[in-house]
T-cell receptor, first 111, second 113 residues
Framework: DVKVTQSSRYLVKRTGEKVFLECVQD?????MFWYRQDPGLGLRLIYF???????EKGDIPEGYSVSREKKERFSLILESASTNQTSMYLC??????????FGSGTRLTVV | DQQVKQNSPSLSVQEGRISILNCDYT??????FLWYKKYPAEGPTFLIS?????DKNEDGRFTVFLNKSAKHLSLHIVPSQPGDSAVYFC????????????FGSGTKLNVKP
């Protein structure tokens, strides 16, 4: 069964900490995405990547960066976590044919 | 500005009745549409899709209707079951940018037994 795996289901971090959210897919997909989900706002795209070492900003990239050193892995980095980054973070991958496969999500709380 | 809108944040339906979830979009270049279902603490899962060459697509209890002139799509669930209770997101993309989907804000469906 194809999978997108996010390393943590729940995380609690302190304000100002550097936070890494990891995502791995086993489908050999070219495209990977990071979204955050907030009530009333739906899914908002933070960053995406069409290839290794390639990244593009989504709709809300401020405060985030990403890394894609290998095809299967796409990391989201919060350089200095803030309370307004408390959210559900969803990683997804696709081959461009039919929508995305999502991971189970990481619920991040910044205190 | 959101290009895909779901104006009903929640919907409550009795078990066995029809659930109708609505979605509107503004970009006339969109020609491929998806519905995702999301349970709490899980990632969204693909439910059903439709391309702009069709106006209807069925999969079991789920049917998606597309009205291109109105830039509107809807998801019908018949009959609704308590296990259908979840948040439903619609998403849209265009063949010119097929890799990028735009999502609505979601509708939380509650099916009462």
């Amino acid at each position: 069964d194809v999978k997108v795996t996010q390393s943590s289901r729940y995380l609690v971090k302190r304000t100002g900490e550097k936070v890494f959210l990891e995502c791995v897919q086993d489908m050999d997909h070219e495209n990977m995405f990071w979204y955050r989900q907030d009530p009333g706002l739906g899914l908002r795209l933070i960053y995406f990547s069409y290839d290794v070492k390639m990244k593009e900003k989504g709709d809300i990239p401020e405060g985030y960066s990403v890394s894609r050193e290998k095809k299967e892995r796409f990391s989201l980095i919060l350089e200095s976590a803030s309370t307004n980054q408390t959210s559900m973070y969803l990683c997804a991958s696709s081959d461009g044919q039919e929508g995305y496969t999502f991971g189970s999500g990481t619920r991040l709380t910044v205190v | 500005d959101q290009q895909v809108k779901q104006n009903s944040p929640s919907l409550s339906v009795q078990e066995g009745r029809i659930s109708i979830l609505n979605c509107d979009y503004t970009n006339s270049m969109f020609d491929y549409f998806l519905w995702y279902k999301k349970y709490p603490a899980e990632g969204p899962t693909f439910l059903i899709s439709i391309s702009s060459i069709k106006d209807k697509n069925e999969d079991g209890r789920f049917t998606v209707f597309l009205n291109k002139s109105a830039k509107h799509l809807s998801l019908h669930i018949v009959p609704s079951q308590p296990g259908d209770s979840a948040v439903y997101f619609c998403a849209a993309s265009s063949l010119y940018n097929f890799n990028k989907f735009y999502f609505g804000s979601g509708t939380k469906l509650n099916v009462k037994p």
